[in-house]
């Protein structure tokens, strides 16, 4: 596993974990006047990710990415555009008889704080990782999860500027563990529901639209690539 430890490794580590920041704060909360511009800057990194693998969801969530950003630029009324996303969130998350459930514990077993919670508990105390200070929803939270495998690709890099490679192999077969056998099916039920419930809205923003896809299409190529570079 050593001679995998290069620049390119490294690279990648730190883009898997910018896209898991990425898909992290556009799924906490509705966003902020703050988000204006960031999803151009990663319309480059998703389109690289479309032409190395060969996913349905990643190519078609680029294309409705583009036309988000498109829109977003050509927005006249910034605060318009955003209270659009306010709504599109609540009525995706907190709203509606069909609204998608935005913590594992609900959408495993329809409970909050239940036995899924406890899980990820677990998988956060190997590592020590605790909520970040301010952050009021559940340690099972979909954006909570997906901080939670940004901060495991930083770990890896602050193990390697700090001379610790040996130690690397155990945090990307714990990433890999984590997304295995917790998260992916969870949250790629959600992205899936997600994905329905915005094609059946006429919103004219479709931020949510390709994040729903771009999520999906992105946790199966992390999956598949983890399970390589653990085997």
């Known amino acids: 596993m050593a001679e995998l430890y290069n620049q390119d490794f490294f690279n990648e580590t730190m883009g898997r974990g910018a896209i898991y920041e990425y898909f992290s704060y556009v799924l ?3 966003v902020e006047q703050e988000f204006i ?3 151009k800057k990663y319309v480059e990194v998703f389109s690289n990710l479309a032409s190395e693998y060969n996913n349905n969801d990643i190519s078609y969530g680029v294309e409705v990415l583009k036309k988000y950003v498109e829109l977003e630029e050509n927005a006249d009324d910034k605060s318009a555009l955003l209270e659009e996303l306010n709504i599109q969130w609540t009525s995706i998350f907190l709203t509606g ?7 594992s514990s609900v959408a495993i077993t329809g409970m909050e704080m239940d036995a899924p919670w406890e899980r990820v508990l677990e998988y956060y105390e190997i590592r020590r990782f605790k909520k970040p200070a301010g952050y009021t929803e559940s340690d099972d939270h979909i954006s909570m999860e997906l901080l939670f495998m940004r901060e495991m690709n930083g770990l ?11 130690n690397i192999k155990d945090v990307l077969k714990e990433q890999y563990v984590f997304l295995n056998n917790y998260m992916y099916d969870w949250i790629s039920s959600a992205c899936k529901n997600m994905a329905e419930f915005c ?10 639209l390709a994040v729903s896809h771009l999520l999906l299409g992105f946790l199966t190529y992390d999956k598949e690539y983890l399970a390589e570079i653990t085997a």
């Open 28 to 30: 906490k909360l509705p």
């Open 37 to 39: 511009g960031l999803s």
């Open 97 to 103: 008889a069909s609204n998608v459930p935005c913590s």
């Open 156 to 166: 890896i890099i602050d193990m390697h500027n700090k001379g610790l490679d040996e």
């Open 199 to 208: 094609k059946k809205t006429s919103y004219k923003y479709p931020l949510y």
